[in-house]
């Protein structure tokens, strides 16, 4: 408890002036709208297009997008909150933070999942319409929501146990260190991130080696799949890096304590913001038949 009352402390005493606050807000609220904005017109594609329905890749990447569009979402109304109230119940906090972590570890999970999908269509093709299907697709998506689930609300449940009923009704500064702020809670969340990262890492070099060693002999499509495979990394890269902001964010106070506020918004637009901004660019820009459908799309947005 005591690192999480040092955060709040530390953001107390060094909170940003009018001018410094209103300029990170319009950026945060741009990027939010931006970001959305182009993800609602990659999902109505999805939707406007039969093409789309049958085919698991897009199924998982329209989950993705989906995905994103809460996470962003969720994390800019706790950034503003933070500036307009400071401090916000624990009870509307804490589930806030539940809906957030939920989408931020769902991404790395289905990155490995639409690695694992490409996988499988270039080096297994023949057996890809027999283990790629919609419902076996459907049933993944089910199996990371329950596996992100069962990682977060285990620190619901060990804080309902051990505070006292007051805290709820509290007001506090809505970081998850501060509502789930038990010393196991903390311990539990690095282990878990830990098995995380080995898993999903593993599974992105497993299929890219797997695939690059299949273009080297096959066709163009190899190639590109290999393509996509490394931007999938590096999109995991990014999500991936959230792991070690609590870590990251412990140095920063020690460092710089007087702009410990500044550190907190470098971290927010890294690790949350920036992995959210590729996934446009992987799909809706570089699978031609998105972008074919996509265009399609625009030109009609345009022309109304």
Not at 37 to 62: D, E, G, H, S, W
Not at 214 to 232: C, E, F, G, W, Y
Request: proline fraction near 4%.
């Amino acid at each position: 408890m005591s690192a999480s009352y040092t955060n709040e402390t530390v953001v107390v005493n060094y909170r940003d002036a009018f001018p410094k606050a209103m300029v990170k807000n319009v950026i945060v609220v741009v990027f939010c709208i931006s970001i959305n904005y182009i993800n609602v017109a990659l999902l109505q594609t999805f939707c406007k297009q039969q093409i789309f329905y049958m085919n698991p890749r897009y199924i998982l990447f329209f989950h993705l997008v989906l995905n994103d569009m809460i996470q962003v979402t969720l994390t800019v109304i706790l950034f503003i909150s933070s500036y307009i109230f400071f401090q916000i119940n624990v009870s509307v906090c804490c589930v806030l933070i539940l809906l957030a972590l939920f989408a931020t570890e769902n991404t790395p999970l289905n990155l490995a999942c639409m690695a694992v999908e490409c996988y499988i269509a270039i080096c297994i093709p023949l057996r890809h319409v027999q283990i790629c299907t919609v419902k076996r697709t459907l049933m993944l998506i089910g199996l990371i929501w329950m596996t992100s689930m069962l990682s977060v609300l285990p620190d619901l449940f060990i804080t309902l146990a051990i505070e006292p009923l007051d805290f709820y009704n509290s007001r506090v500064f809505c970081l998850r260190e501060t509502v789930f702020r038990n010393p196991h809670i903390i311990k539990k969340r690095d282990i878990t991130y830990i098995v995380y990262l080995v898993i999903v890492w593993f599974i992105i070099f497993f299929t890219y080696f797997k695939i690059l060693f299949t273009a080297k002999a096959a066709s163009q499509d190899a190639t590109k799949a290999r393509n996509t495979i490394i931007l999938h990394g590096f999109q995991v890269l990014l999500c991936m890096s959230i792991y070690a902001e609590p870590l990251l964010r412990q140095v920063l106070q020690q460092w710089f304590p007087q702009n410990y506020s500044d550190s907190l918004f470098a971290c927010y637009i890294l690790f949350q913001i920036l992995p959210r901004a590729i996934s446009p660019i992987v799909y809706g820009v570089r699978d031609k038949t998105y972008r074919k459908y996509l265009k399609r799309y625009l030109l009609c947005k345009m022309s109304l």
